[in-house]
């Protein structure tokens, strides 16, 4: 008996021919007409919270390097969604956030668990937002949903499907199509660049996460290296595109007005590829630019070329347009090479306790396997891991691209899962703040769940330390909630089906980092660190 075909099936089948086979969700009852009689050949990750959900789809979608399909609950599951979905737009992750609309009788006398102004409630973090005029435009909405999240600025895109709809008789949807996801740079204002470039005597290059994405790593290798120019990781990267122990890379730029203008300081010409003009955070006034000094800015998002403070912009595929300059810029002089990033490695005399943190990330360095992945939400060690903990491969570190905290854990399952997807094995390294590690905790359910090959490092410092430096910066002090006495993650961790260890000294980390790395399971190691002041 063949089934009969509705509006249901005709999606499947649409979602089939899109690659769009696993679901990330938390389920409920306006979404079980959708998810009724799930197909075999598709997967569902449960996660038991929205933040996690979105999150873990968000790296699912990095790593696979296609959309992935979100489905959540109403408003109450898309609400818990949107901190963690301002990092997907940002990060211009494609994503399909779908969730159920009450039944289309019910919707004018606001049914319980309805979705008011559906449409409206995931802005501006959306692309595009939708729900179907008629049922029967269910399958094409979908249709415009991946295009829209694929086209450049990949991102978000959101539908609202009222839960009857999913049943009413359809035949078919012969309409498919595919769309570019990547758009060459306008060629004559790139030959200006060229010019521009090739005349500078002492360029410097700042690559952003948009490279990485874009599979640019080893084309920005060979950019640098034709110029000798000075390479600068972006303010605040969410991806890393450059190997950061390369003799040309002189480190992160910084993250205020003032310290970014004052490291660019004795450049002629910056180009910054990839990247905001630039990702600020504290607030520390100064010129944008040092005197003498120009900007040019190659990105793919008209949102973030219009949005910089200075300097000229082309739009483009970061990876196109560093092929096409590497045929066209006058290779530079040996004379402005640079000083390679400093990486002072300073240990204590005696040992810490509890650990300092150069202590915590010597350990790492020597345990770490060469191909693992890192996915780094430890606020206050961020130069650390730099200095310890270079990146060194294309699609191996990742971060929130927002600034909410609570991405991270979520975050590193989503990876593990996109890795098994595409065939890949290799461990991913969770570094996390106990304070971070806590928003969207339940993930550790579905990482063990799925056995995934994740060892999380939890710096336990029993505070926001970040916060504590934040509060010494802009004079703020006797700022209440920044302590976090009395958390029992590793506790939490063993709640939740991972193996959950307390470490207190050097031989106790490397021991249960070592074991976790061939455990069948997720390892989360709780190391009792010094509070300390970072670098801001
Ligand atoms: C969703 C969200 N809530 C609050 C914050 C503000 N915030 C930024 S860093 C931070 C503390 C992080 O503490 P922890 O993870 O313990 O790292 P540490 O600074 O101690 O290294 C907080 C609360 C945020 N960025 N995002
Ligand atoms: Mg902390």
């Given at each position: 008996?063949?089934e009969t075909?509705?509006?249901?099936s ?7 021919l ?26 569902y ?40 979905l301002?990092?997907?737009?940002h990060?211009?992750?494609?994503l ?15 049914p319980?668990l ?10 501006p ?12 435009d ?8 991946y ?13 609202s ?16 199509r595919?769309v ?10 790139l030959?200006?660049f060229?010019g521009r ?18 599979g ?11 110029l ?18 390369h003799?040309?890379?002189?480190g992160p ?9 004052d ?5 002629d ?7 905001e003009?630039?990702r600020?955070?504290p ?20 949102e973030?070329?219009?949005?910089a ?16 300059l590497l ?6 002089s040996?004379?402005?090479?640079p000083?390679p ?23 790492l360095s020597r ?52 890795d ?42 029993d ?10 910066l ?6 209440p909630g920044?302590?976090?006495p ?13 193996r ?12 249960e980092?070592?074991?976790?790395l ?6 989360v ?12």
């Amino acid at each position: 008996m063949t089934e009969t075909s509705t509006v249901r099936s005709v999606t499947y089948d649409l979602l089939r021919l899109l690659g769009l086979t696993t679901v990330f969700g938390n389920p409920g009852s306006t979404e079980q007409p959708f998810l009724q009689e799930f197909p075999d050949d598709f997967s569902y990750v449960l996660a038991l919270q929205e933040a996690s959900v979105i999150a873990m789809a968000d790296t699912f979608a990095q790593v696979t390097r296609r959309p992935a399909l979100v489905n959540l609950h109403s408003s109450a599951g898309l609400g818990n969604a949107l901190g963690n979905l301002v990092a997907s737009y940002h990060a211009n992750t494609p994503l399909i956030i779908t969730s159920g609309q009450q039944h289309r009788e019910l919707v004018i006398g606001e049914p319980y668990l309805g979705n008011r102004e559906a449409t409206e409630f995931p802005k501006p973090w959306v692309k595009w937002s939708y729900e179907p005029a008629r049922a029967l435009d269910v399958p094409e909405a979908f249709m415009r949903a991946y295009a829209m999240a694929l086209q450049p600025p990949a991102g978000p895109v959101y539908l609202s499907v009222p839960m009857d709809d999913w049943k009413q008789p359809l035949a078919g949807f012969g309409r498919a199509r595919t769309v570019s996801d990547r758009v060459a740079p306008d060629a004559e204002r790139l030959r200006l660049f060229v010019g521009r470039i090739s005349a500078s005597g002492r360029p410097a290059l700042v690559f952003g996460p948009e490279v990485d994405r874009a599979g640019g790593w080893d084309s920005a290798v060979a950019l640098a290296e034709k110029l000798h120019a000075s390479v600068y990781g972006s303010p605040l990267l969410d991806r890393a595109s450059f190997p950061e122990d390369h003799p040309l890379f002189r480190g992160p730029l910084g993250m205020s007005v003032k310290t970014i203008s004052d490291r660019l300081a004795g450049h002629d010409l910056v180009v910054v590829i990839g990247a905001e003009v630039f990702r600020y955070y504290p607030y520390v006034p100064g010129d944008y630019l040092p005197a003498g000094t120009e900007l040019l800015q190659i990105t793919a998002n008209p949102e973030v070329a219009a949005a910089a403070r200075v300097g000229d912009s082309l739009l483009g595929d970061p990876k196109i347009a560093i092929d096409l300059l590497l045929d066209l810029v006058a290779e530079g002089s040996a004379q402005s090479a640079p000083q390679p990033m400093a990486r002072p490695r300073v240990l204590p005399q005696t040992p810490g306790s509890p650990l300092t943190l150069p202590e915590v990330y010597a350990v790492l360095s020597r345990v770490r396997p060469p191909d693992s992945v890192i996915v780094n939400e430890s606020t206050s060690t961020m130069a650390q891991q730099i200095e310890w903990l270079p990146t060194v491969r294309t699609g191996s570190f990742f971060a929130t691209a927002s600034g909410g905290i609570g991405w991270g854990v979520p975050a590193a399952v989503g990876v593990a899962l996109g890795d098994r997807d595409r065939g890949v094995t290799r461990p991913v390294v969770g570094l996390i703040g106990d304070g971070s590690s806590q928003y969207s905790v339940q993930a550790l359910w579905t990482a063990a769940q799925h056995k995934l090959p994740i060892v999380y490092v939890v710096m336990r410092n029993d505070e926001y330390s970040i916060l504590k430096s934040f509060a010494v910066l802009e004079e703020t002090p006797g700022v209440p909630g920044l302590d976090l006495p009395g958390l029992d993650i590793a506790a939490v961790a063993s709640g939740f089906g991972c193996r959950g260890v307390d470490v207190q000294t050097t031989a106790e980390l490397e021991r249960e980092f070592k074991g976790a790395l061939g455990a069948d399971t997720t390892t989360v190691i709780v190391v009792r660190t010094q509070p300390q002041k970072a670098m801001l």
